[in-house]
């Protein structure tokens, strides 16, 4: 069966320090990727998708940027952080665009 | 502009009883409909979900029906049971379009089951 793993569980950072947010998937190849955010007393919200390896496409211009370096692998950077780049980052994963995404279990990043 | 609308933030229902939360959307693309059950520190779990050329798709005791022409749609639950308490979020993706699929979620609304 497939499974996602995202780590870590809680981050607490200072402004203008470095992120990065790890986000893997087993039992599939080829998976579409996400990464959404959900800020504080908002809904979920898109930051990242991709459909392959080195084919990622942002959907809000922000303080931050991914990769996917391997075909399972989903990687969350920021050079310098913001104290509005707080929230509840989730990764997920779908087989095709028609089926349901499945989330992992989310990182909780404050930023100081 | 939000896209995906949950209007009640909570709902409390006896347990055996029917809960059915309730979500409208704006945008007259989206196609494809799903619901999720998230409990807190955890990631959102997918529940159900349904294509836009069906009315009705159930699971068990879940089953989500969708009004296109008023768009809306529903998720009824069927005996509620304690272990339902928990946050649900309505989405609704445009696959029809050739769009990236992105999921638009709605706010979410707590369902609480009183034993």
């Known amino acids: 069966s497939q499974t996602i793993h995202q780590w870590p569980a809680t981050l607490v950072q200072p402004v203008g320090s470095p992120l990065s947010l790890e986000c893997t998937v087993e039992g599939t190849s080829n998976p579409n990727l996400y990464w959404y955010r959900q800020a504080a007393g908002r809904g979920l919200q898109l930051l990242f998708y991709?459909?392959?390896?080195?084919?990622i496409s942002s959907e809000v211009p922000q303080n931050l940027s991914a990769s996917r370096p391997q075909d399972r692998q989903f990687i969350l950077s920021s050079k310098k952080l913001l104290l509005s780049d707080s929230g509840f980052y989730l990764c997920?994963?779908?087989?095709?665009?028609?089926?349901?995404?499945?989330f992992g279990d989310g990182t909780r990043l404050s930023i100081l | 502009d939000q896209q995906v609308k949950q209007n009640s933030p909570s709902l409390s229902v006896q347990e055996g009883r029917i809960s059915i939360l309730n979500c409208d959307y704006t945008?007259?693309?989206?196609?494809?409909f799903l619901w999720y059950k998230k409990y807190p520190a955890e990631g959102p779990t997918f529940l159900i979900s349904?294509?836009?050329?069906?009315d009705k798709n159930e699971d068990g005791r879940f089953t989500v029906f969708l009004n296109k022409s008023a768009k809306h749609l529903s998720l009824h639950i069927v005996p509620s049971q304690p272990g339902d308490s928990a946050v649900y979020f309505c989405a609704a993706s445009a696959i029809g379009t050739g769009a990236n699929s992105k999921l638009t979620f709605g706010k979410g609304i707590t369902l609480s089951v009183r034993p």
């Open positions: 991709s459909i392959g390896i080195d084919q």
């Open positions: 997920a994963w779908s087989v095709r665009r028609d089926q349901p995404q499945h």
């Open positions: 349904i294509s836009s050329i069906k």
């Open positions: 945008n007259s693309m989206f196609d494809y």
